[in-house]
């Protein structure tokens, strides 16, 4: 069964700071896989994805992402970040067809002053 | 409508009581999800659905939750007896039938529907 991992529980970063999120994933394939964001008390807004081609992705909010085959990962960057920033990140993998996302447990970002 | 709509934003009950969890899926979108997020950080697949018809329950707990989705309704996930257990938020989520059946799944998620059973 796929599965995914958020290596980093909580990361703490200073605003303006540039922020790198680990997002690995076990699968035999190439599953399609997503960021998800979800601010305190809201529901879960999609940041980007990856369903083929450029493994480099840009989404929402000045987002980017990188698909590694070789290392089975996906890790969510940002140049520098906003206070606006610090919210709950989720990875999320589904392989084909109708199958549900599989999520990672993921990181709490917080960013000081 | 253009976004998934869950209704009530949040439900309050009693052990032992029932709860009844609404979502509206985006127009057009025939695929619904059911998911459960515990301790703010863990999301659980518990039931989908392909229009009217159960697609995977492999995650519903066997008993006391049930689900609909009947057409012209809303959807609807209903928890029988309620257990302290079952606290936690129920997000919805909805995906387009062509991007499915391309492989390629894109979900739009409701703002969830947070239960609290005391």
């Known amino acids: 069964a796929q599965s995914v991992t958020q290596p980093d529980i909580h990361i703490t970063v200073s605003e303006g700071a540039s922020l790198e999120l680990r997002c690995n994933y076990s699968y035999g394939a190439t599953p399609y896989l997503f960021w998800y964001v979800q601010s305190p008390g809201q529901g879960l807004q999609l940041l980007l994805k990856?369903?083929?081609?450029?493994?480099l992705v840009q989404g929402i909010k000045g987002f980017e992402a990188e698909f590694k085959r070789s290392q089975s990962s996906f890790n969510l960057r940002k140049p520098s970040v906003h206070w606006s920033d610090a919210a709950e990140y989720f990875c999320a993998v589904v392989v084909s067809g109708n199958t549900p996302l599989v999520f990672g447990k993921g990181t709490r970002l917080s960013v000081i002053a | 409508g253009e976004e998934v709509a869950q209704t009530p934003k949040h439900l309050v009950r009693g052990e032992g009581q029932k709860a009844k969890l609404y979502c509206a899926p985006i127009k057009g979108h025939s695929y619904v999800f059911w998911y459960q997020q515990v301790l703010k950080n863990e999301f659980k697949f518990l039931i989908s659905f392909q229009n009217e018809n159960v697609f995977d329950e492999t995650g519903m707990p066997k008993e006391r939750f049930s689900a609909k989705c009947l057409p012209n309704s809303p959807c609807s996930l209903e928890i029988q007896a309620t257990k302290l257990e079952d606290s936690a938020v129920y997000f919805c989520a909805s995906s387009h039938p062509e991007r499915v059946w391309q492989g390629a799944k894109e979900a739009f998620f409701g703002q969830g529907t947070r239960l609290t059973v005391v």
């Open positions: 990856y369903f083929s081609g450029d493994t």
